[in-house]
């Protein structure tokens, strides 16, 4: 997709920066992935403890000291 976008040079240059980018287009593309990958860890967050699948630390300790002695 083909967007023309009005961004700070000094926000620019900080992002090239930092991602080590060699391109504008590959700093977006590095700060839009970092996003999106932190909005999906933040929604994957919100719902721990949430299941009553979930195993507690305890039985899965169980768990692994039964696998570990066969």
């Known amino acids: 997709m083909k967007t023309t976008l009005d961004?700070?040079?000094?926000?620019?240059e900080e992002a090239i920066r930092i991602s080590g980018?060699?391109?504008?287009r590959a700093a977006?593309?590095?700060a839009l992935s970092d996003f999106t990958r932190r909005g999906r860890m933040r929604a994957l967050a919100s719902r721990a403890g949430a299941s009553s699948t979930f195993m507690?630390?305890?039985v899965?300790?169980?768990l692994r000291a039964v696998d570990m002695s066969k």
């Open 7 to 12: 961004i700070p040079n000094e926000i620019m």
């Open 28 to 30: 977006v593309l590095t």
């Open 21 to 24: 980018a060699r391109t504008k």
């Open 56 to 58: 507690s630390s305890a």
């Open 60 to 62: 899965l300790k169980a």
